[in-house]
Structures are given as structure tokens and as C-alpha cells.
């Protein structure tokens, strides 16, 4: 599931949860320019009332803050049936239609629960990644004091983040892929050249156990080298380099199993490479 996707459903989401607290009978997400990003609101509320709702707050907003440095977090509007409070949320607006009986200041204390998470989704929705050439990533590097080096621990931390917790992705795919884009990305495509690049960027040390079947093994392994037994196989990002050298150098989908593990009890780590047949369109990370 893309990003966007992730983060319009989380949107929406809270905005159910909101219509459900007592006084809220519709919500909607609006741009500051109007544009309505997501809406459960009743049908007679227009997307064009909501612009014009978002006009009113986007005035206020300037007006009082020009003249009284007031900065205004959100307005009320008083219907004859209904009630409209536009919240000001970052770089957005949450419209929200009220009953008669809705407690004004309980909501605001619930927006104020909702803001981050509403904030945190829109970022993702709106802001655009930078993307720089892999190439450069690696050779555009100037740190007069540090240099290349970073801590093996920092980047674990890294590695083993649950992104499942943050983003409804499972971490140990997202490391394989990237692993496998990465080494796809710099043409690596024979074993010498392999070898070399994971002893420069301090990777561990390969060697070819075997050449058929396949068999690569990992000394001082990045990802792993030291850490408990866990009794499951950790090199995910690994299997990735591996999938991607394997398809550079023999133009193949492959499966990546890894057989041994520190995660296992062992003290280097260990992949056996199978090719797939032609009508086979998987190529993932076998860790079991």
C-alpha cells in the first residue's frame, strides 16, 4: 500500500472516530486553498460551502493577526440548524458541523487530541520526497570531523524500527526491497565488485561458498554481528543486496533463503540463492 494511501486512510479514520462524539454530526479535511481533501459530512453540506468556510477562517486568521498579532485557531459559525467550527490545524482546515446540543469546548479539547495525528497524515498526503541519484548519496559526502563513519548501533536502531507501529508497512519487507533497489540501482553485477563494495562500506565480509547452487556467507555481518539469539533469521536487508547482485549478475529472478543467522545461534550468516523458474513473477526474502 503507497504512502498516500496509508495516510488518506488513517485520515479517514479519524474523521469517523470524530462523528461519533456526541454534538459532531459531519467532518471534513480542507487545504488552506479550499481544495477538500476528505469529507463524512450529510449531503446537503456542499464542497463549496466548505470553501467558503475555509475563505471566512483563512480571513480571520489574517486579518487579526495583521492588526493584533492574534493567532487564531478556530471560529465558530451560528446557523439556524446548525453549528460550524473551522479548526486551523497546521497547513490545514478541520470543518466540523454541529448540533445544537454539541459541547463547544469538549470539541476543541478533542481536536486538540486529534491535531498531531491529523497533522502527521497531511504531511505525508502533501509533502513530496526527495529523491537524489544513489550514486550521489554515496560519493557527495563531506563531514570535516566524522567523515563516513557512523555507529553500527544507530543504524540497528534504524534497522529494526517497527514501521508496522508508524506506518502499516512490515519492516522486514521494506528492508528487503530496499536492499534489493539499492544494489539493482548501482549495477553491481559481479562478485568481486560485490565483495568490494560491502568491505569499503564496512557491510562485513563475503565469501563464495559455493557457485551451484549459490551459497554466499557473511562475516561481521552489519545488521546482526553480536546480537542474540532471537531464533528466527534477521539479514532481511541483506537477502535484498543479495537479490539484487544475483539479478545484475545472471539477469534472473531468484528466492534468498538465509540458512544461518546470529538470530539463529550461529556466528556468521549464510544464504543459499535458488533461481525461479520463467512463469515464476516472485522474488522475495525467504526468512525462515
Partial sequence: ?????????????????????????GSAI???????????????????????LSVIEGFAEKTLYDTTDIAVRDIVIRGRNETFMVANIHNVFLILVLSSKANLN???????????EITKYCSMLFESPVELPIKELFTRV??????????????????????????????????FYFGKELIK????????????????????????????????RIYDCISCA???????????????????????AYGKKCRVIETHCYGLGHDFCQFEIKFLDKNSNKNKSDNK
Fill in 1 to 25: 500500500m503507497s504512502t498516500n494511501k496509508i495516510a488518506l486512510n488513517k485520515l479517514k479514520e479519524i474523521l469517523r472516530e470524530l462523528n461519533k462524539v456526541p454534538g459532531i454530526v
Fill in 30 to 52: 480542507v487545504k488552506k486553498d479550499g481544495e477538500v481533501i476528505l469529507r463524512e459530512m450529510p449531503e446537503h453540506i456542499t464542497n463549496e460551502f466548505m470553501n467558503i
Fill in 185 to 216: 540501482s548501482l549495477k553491481i553485477n559481479n562478485f568481486e565488485e560485490f565483495s568490494e563494495f560491502y568491505e569499503k562500506y564496512k557491510l562485513g565480509e563475503l565469501q563464495m561458498i559455493n557457485e551451484d547452487p549459490i551459497v554466499i
Fill in 106 to 116: 469538549n470539541i476543541s479539547k478533542i481536536i486538540d487530541d486529534y491535531s498531531d
Fill in 142 to 175: 563531506k563531514r570535516k570531523k566524522f567523515g563516513r563513519d557512523v555507529d553500527v548501533g544507530l543504524f540497528r536502531a534504524f534497522r529494526y524500527l517497527n514501521f508496522r507501529k508508524y506506518l502499516n508497512v512490515d519492516s522486514d519487507a521494506l528492508m
Fill in 226 to 248: 553480536g546480537l542474540p539469539y532471537v531464533g528466527k533469521p534477521l539479514c532481511h536487508l541483506e537477502a535484498g543486496f543479495l537479490s539484487g547482485f544475483v539479478e545484475n
